[in-house]
T-cell receptor
Framework: ELKVEQNPLFLSMQEGKNYTIYCNYS?????LYWYRQDPGKSLESLFV?????AVKQEGRLMASLDTKARLSTLHITAAVHDLSATYFC??????????FGEGTQLTVNP | SAVISQKPSRDICQRGTSLTIQCQVD?????MFWYRQQPGQSLTLIATANQGSEATYESGFVIDKFPISRPNLTFSTLTVSNMSPEDSSIYLCSAEGPGARFRTEAFFGQGTRLTVV
């Protein structure tokens, strides 16, 4: 059974600081996704990582994938309050099914 | 306009009743899925909605409780049957398939927030 583990589950950080969220998974996968969820809202797709060594950046967020280590990271640079949300990684398996991590609840304090 | 539209967006239902949630995609897609997000939790896949055949359910989910239809390549429904308070969750439709818009990503509808009283 595929397991997807994120850490930390809760992250409180100051504006302007950097931090990394980690996503480990237990089996090989074709794709890894990062999503953002605001309270009471649905999921917003941030990144899709398709191959080993893939790196994607959008604004203050950068995601990377190491398929050999079965590890993805979501790096936050110079955090701002608007980044406060819950971030999920999700691993795609056969049949395009997604297994989600537990989520990381990020709070950025002024 | 929304890429994936779900109806209703929220509902409050009496225990023992059933609710059907609709999911409409604005282009033909190969794969459609239904997920559940219990309060404060992550998302769990309920089933894959297969066009023209019975849905494929994940471990812990059964057709009698969550019947699913998918009559064409743009539409699916999920019914939550004989509801109990434990069914209170957000139910999300997801789609992935051919077409530049969907090819490499799984998109989600806005979700249906269900409260069972």
């Amino acid at each position: 059974e595929l397991k997807v583990e994120q850490n930390p589950l809760f992250l409180s950080m100051q504006e302007g600081k950097n931090y990394t969220i980690y996503c480990n998974y237990s089996t090989t996968s074709d794709r890894l996704y990062w999503y953002r969820q605001d309270p009471g809202k649905s999921l917003e797709s941030l990144f899709v990582l398709l191959s080993n060594g893939a790196v994607k950046q959008e604004g203050r967020l950068m995601a990377s994938l190491d398929t050999k280590a079965r590890l993805s990271t979501l790096h936050i640079t110079a955090a701002v309050h608007d980044l406060s949300a819950t971030y999920f990684c999700a691993v795609e398996t056969s049949g395009s099914r997604l297994t989600f991590g537990e989520g990381t609840q990020l709070t950025v304090n002024p | 306009s929304a890429v994936i539209s779900q109806k209703p967006s929220r509902d409050i239902c009496q225990r023992g009743t059933s609710l059907t949630i609709q999911c409409q995609v604005d282009s033909q897609v190969t794969m459609m899925f239904w997920y559940r997000q219990q309060p404060g939790q992550s998302l769990t896949l309920i089933a894959t909605a297969n066009q023209g055949s019975e849905a494929t359910y994940e471990s812990g989910f059964v057709i009698d409780k969550f019947p699913i239809s998918r009559p064409n390549l743009t539409f699916s429904t999920l019914t939550v049957s004989n509801m109990s308070p434990e069914d209170s969750s957000i139910y999300l439709c997801s789609a992935e398939g051919p077409g530049a818009r969907f090819r490499t990503e799984a998109f989600f509808g806005q979700g249906t927030r269900l409260t069972v009283v």
